[in-house]
């Protein structure tokens, strides 16, 4: 439910009253019935002007039919700010994508400063069996009714025209809302006979496009399309072209400011155009600083908030650190006394380790040079080898042509050169490794004989 003060702020926004205590009486004699103390305002005050509109057309319309005797029709009194409300109905307001996703609140745009509050809540929860579906397909519908008219009017007036947006009404009245403009209208008719002079003459003309394109967000639908259909209805359009500027109010409604009918000149057109954005302006202005001193008074909240809840962390935060910080030395404190006698036991197994390893190597370099038995004097069965290490230390021993290339590495194993296991013993001219699988050769079949100068290669 909206309150007595929005109330009374809108009522005095459209009406143009600035005496509350009028407005107040005005809206208790309705029993607070905004619309349709509103409706009751905007007829009496049409009769009294004695304008010549129905109920049913907007006062100020233009309409620049000549008679049958040639003469122009009266001029049409100046419009007031949202001097009139339409109500959409369901299937526009449901057409669009951004607004079928359960309980949307609309707020309203009124003139002198007030961009106040959110009317109500509209429901558009999933319907039952197909109801859902149809909806999902009416979504995807409407925004492609709005791509083809934009793609069909592109391709016939190529050059310059109004920027219409391909979207559903209802995202395109979001996207007139988001960006503080009001949202120009165009319904075409394809079959009327004065849409494409007015097309080409008035709607594309430079100055008309251009002063849509700055100004405004334009929508346009052909009354063919399902959409656009609607929209002609719900604005009670009467002739053709049609074109009006509405802007967003509450929940189903929206502001119809003006419309034109029948054939316009551009002339008439940016006249038209440009009084009612000077009327609206104040609406648009007060709807931009209210949304500003809004978004200001969230973000100050916000940082408020935000302070309040940094501070806190901080003292939480110091109180953790001071006791982890004691939970860290008595921590530390009982890890270096774990580590200290880890590391003690360490060393000594270490040392243990290293004199049971280097006992055992011994052993195995005496019993491998037990096995070489005693080097052979020179002779032609004998072979004379020089092994290199990488320590630039050279050892030469004779060996019978007869041996195994597994008795080099034996012999290189007992002279306890090496601190490693894994190696290879290497010729360089030509280079060959002699690894595992040419151990059991013998010197003289792997050529080696009468001398051979091999390398330790680390693996």
Known sequence: MVDVADKLACFQAVTGLEDPDVC??????????LELA?????SS???????????????DSLNTTQSASGSDLAAPPKPSIAWKLVTLPISVISGSLGLVSGAVGLGLWVAGGVLSYSLGMI?????????????????????????????????????TRPNFVGEAFMDALQRSRNAFKLLFVYLHSPDHPDSTVFCERTLCSEAVAAFVNENFVAWGASIRASEGFKMSNSLKASRFPFCAVVMPTTNQ????????????????????????IEESAPVLVAARLDAEERRTNMRLREEQDAAFRAALEADQARERQRREEQERLEREAAEAE????????????AAHEAAEKEAAR??????????????????????????????????????????TIQSLYDYVDSLGCLE???????????????????????????????????FVELN
């Open 420 to 454: 490693v296991e894994d190696y290879s013993l290497v010729s360089n001219f030509p280079r060959v490794a002699y690894g595992p699988e040419k151990r059991s050769l013998s010197l003289k079949e792997a050529g080696l004989h009468p001398q051979a100068s091999l």
């Open 45 to 59: 005050n049409q009769a009294s002007a004695s304008t010549v509109t129905s109920d049913s057309e907007p006062r």
């Open 123 to 159: 429901s558009l929860g999933s319907g039952r069996g197909g109801e859902s579906s149809a909806r999902l397909v009416s979504v995807s519908a409407a925004a492609s009714e709005a791509m083809d008219f934009v793609a069909a009017f592109e391709r016939d007036y190529p050059m």
């Open 362 to 403: 011994a052993r195995i370099r005496q019993q491998k040079a037990l096995s070489l038995g005693d080097e052979p004097e020179k002779g032609p069965s004998v072979t004379q080898v020089l092994v290199r290490f990488p320590t630039g230390e050279r050892k030469e021993r004779r060996f019978h042509n007869a041996a």
């Open 24 to 33: 107040t009486d005005i809206l208790q004699a309705h029993g607070w019935d």
């Open 253 to 276: 409604r929206i502001a119809l400011l003006q419309q034109v009918e029948g054939p316009t000149s551009p002339e008439e057109m940016l006249s038209v155009l440009q009084r009612v």
């Open 38 to 42: 509103i409706s009751s305002f905007t």
């Open 338 to 349: 774990r580590k200290q006698k880890e590391e003690e036991e360490a060393r000594e197994r």
